[in-house]
Structures are given as C-alpha cells and as structure tokens.
C-alpha cells in the first residue's frame, strides 16, 4: 500500500499577526512548510506530498521546494488552495494521482511532528482503521459557554469530563477512498478532516499524540517552536 500526504498550506494566519502567509514564516531560518514537507517524507511510509499553496502563491511555493533539499525517494506536488481549510484539502486530494491508498492530512502549521508520531499513523490505518487521529490529554479545564453579546460575560453552560477529552493533533490518517467520499458528501464547516468522517458514521480512532506536534497559532508559539529547535540541534 502507498501513502500520499497532501499539506494544507493556505492560510493567512493572521493570529499570528501581520506578514507572510502562515506557512512561508521562518522557523530557525527555514520556512515552516518545509520543515512540515521534511517532517512527512521524513517518514518513509511516505512516497508523495502534496502541497496546497495559497491561491496565488503556487509559483512561490515551487521555488521553494526547489531551493531547499528534500528526499530523492519521495514526489512533490503542488497545487492552488482555497477559501477554507476544508476547501484546500479537497483540491489536494484531487489532485492525487491514483495508486496510493492511504492519505495523511497534515498542516504546515505543525512544522515539528515527530517521524515516530507520523509512523504510528500510518501503521493504525494500515491495521484497518478508516481515520485515525494523533491525539494528548488535556492540561487545561475546558468549559462551554452561552454566546453574549459582546462585551458581556458569557455564562457557563457545562464542564465536559476532562478524562473523556483529547486535543488532536495532525497528521491525520485515512482510507483514502473513505476520505474523498466524506469531502464529496460532508457539508457545513469543520475544524478537522476525521470530524467528517464521523459525520458519515464511521468510527474515528487514535494513536498517542506528541507535544512536539503542536500548532504555531499565536507569536508565543513561534517562541516555543524555536527552542524546541534549538535543543534538536544540540
Ligand atoms: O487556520 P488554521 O491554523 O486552523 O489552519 C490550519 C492549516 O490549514 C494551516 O496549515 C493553514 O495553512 C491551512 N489552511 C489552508 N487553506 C485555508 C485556510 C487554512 O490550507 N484557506
């Protein structure tokens, strides 16, 4: 069985306040989708990566995958994004060319998940399962709240059982046909691609997540992304 990873790499990130797209910031003088495309062929269940570039940014994103070395044994494809996330994965997958089975779905807004976090992806869905989410426990109480109007406090509604809950991470993991039938049949906005998955019914699992795979968000997470590479380094 093949494995493809199409790479989400569209996004403005603006939380992350203003300058280049997300992606094309540099993490250690690197661009952060390099160090995502590095961290998927690093893989060697990994033959192609795809990459879904901003919509006029295709051209950019080519030179470079170009500049930077990469795996001789893995493919690279690029292709224009969309409006949302949703969107951008779909047009990554189709553009796979046939013959790969399983697909991973990573953003490049995780430039620092570890190979072993890929590998165990990859194994869940080659063991049979459809979706499969890297996935961590949570530090923090998570509350749901009543939307305000703004600038009124928002009651609280409920405490979901902090036990029963999971941060999840990427990549995620899927058969690939159970993966373009949720992107062609799933309406409506979601966060991530397994949530449409479940949505077709199908029972989404996951494999231990890694702190490592965290995602730069906000400029204090551009901090920790740079120690964490420093200390690699050492
Ligand atoms: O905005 P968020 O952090 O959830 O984005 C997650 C990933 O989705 C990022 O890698 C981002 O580049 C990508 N994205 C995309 N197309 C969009 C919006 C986000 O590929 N229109």
């Not at 690197?30 to 690093?42: E, G, K, Q, W």
């Not at 993991?173 to 991530?192: E, I, K, P, Q, Y």
């Amino acid at each position: 069985s093949r494995t493809a990873a199409v790479i989400p790499a569209a996004g403005r990130g603006v939380r992350l306040g203003p300058g280049a797209p997300k992606a094309l910031r540099a993490l250690g003088g690197t661009p952060m989708l390099i160090h995502a495309i590095r961290a998927m062929a690093d893989s060697r269940a990994v033959s192609l990566v795809v990459v879904v570039a901003p919509p006029d940014g295709a051209a950019e994103v080519k030179t470079l995958l170009d500049a930077h070395a990469l795996p001789d044994r893995t493919d690279f494809l690029v292709v224009p994004g969309g409006e949302s996330r949703q969107e951008s994965v779909k047009l990554g997958l189709d553009a796979l060319p046939p013959g790969y089975d399983i697909v991973l779905v990573h953003d490049a807004a995780r430039p620092l998940v570890p190979v072993d976090t890929v590998d165990a992806v990859v194994e869940a869905v080659r063991g049979g399962a459809p979706a499969v989410v890297p996935a961590l426990p949570l530090a923090d109480t998570v509350k749901q709240v009543e939307p305000a109007a703004p600038g009124e406090p928002e009651p609280v509604v409920a405490t979901p059982d902090r036990s029963l809950l999971r941060a999840v991470q990427t990549p995620q993991g899927f058969d690939r046909d159970t993966l373009v039938r949720a992107h062609a049949t799933v309406t409506g906005s979601v966060t991530d691609d397994a949530s449409m998955v479940e949505r077709l019914g199908l029972t989404v699992v996951t494999v231990p997540g890694h702190e490592e795979a965290f995602k730069v968000t906000r400029p204090l997470d551009l901090v920790l992304a740079e120690a964490v590479l420093a200390r690699r380094r050492l």
